[in-house]
């Protein structure tokens, strides 16, 4: 068993964009990665169940000994992060915080947000880029065909292009030049969204961004320990087969065995 691991759980695969970049920023530490693919989708449900299940993840990587949690979902760190910091005795990093933290470098403080529904309903990336830009004008939209497009591997298929044409359509014509990814999976869709808006459209990738806080916070509270060596272990609630082939897609090689396991 790993033993003071960072944890990082989501409800699915998307998370292991998270994961890959944290794993790129600290080689040394153990990783433990936890995926709800029984419960999947987050994005649809309501923030009451959201928070349950993101308790329920939280609980089983705790018990696995982790020194830090990482909530590699945007629905659940949109929902769920007050319940989990007042649960748990784990510094907690959600996704939200860092990517509007680059987001608010936006020159012409025009900034589109994209996510599921459950983010861009809650109104959290609009509060926590207008805590650091109080006047940014922000264009939110939810696009919830992005999360299939992306497990089904089409995120550069002509049918992305054309569903993000559809979706873009507000935020192109804010004139935004930031465009927030706010959901694990839209990094994978990064170069159909690039096409679609502009070469002059910065694109924001929490997952890069939360890795650089998790990388700030080790150096901030001395949590490195590097000599544990960099193991790596996938935990998901479902049977693994979907996440072991679709999990190919974020990491490659990288994706060890994955173990089913229950939680709640
Ligand atoms: N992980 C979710 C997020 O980042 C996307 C998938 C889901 O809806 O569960 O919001």
Redesign the pocket.
Known sequence: MLHRAIGIF???V??LTVFKEIMHLLPGEDLLYLGDTAR?????KSAATVEQYALEAAAFLADQGVKLLVV???????VALPALRERFQLPVIG?IEPGARRAARSLNHRIGVI??E??INSGRYREAIHALLPDAQVVAVPCPLF?PLAEEGWAEHEVARLTAQEYLQPLIAAQIDTLVL????YPLLRNTLQQVLGPQVQLVDSAEETALRVAELFREQGLARPEHGGRRAFFVTDVPTRFERVGRAFLGDVLGPVKQVRIG
């Open positions: 989501d409800s699915g998307g998370g999947v989708p987050y994005g649809t590699a979902c945007n629905t659940a760190s949109a996704v996510g599921t459950g983010t999360v706010g959901c694990t999976h």
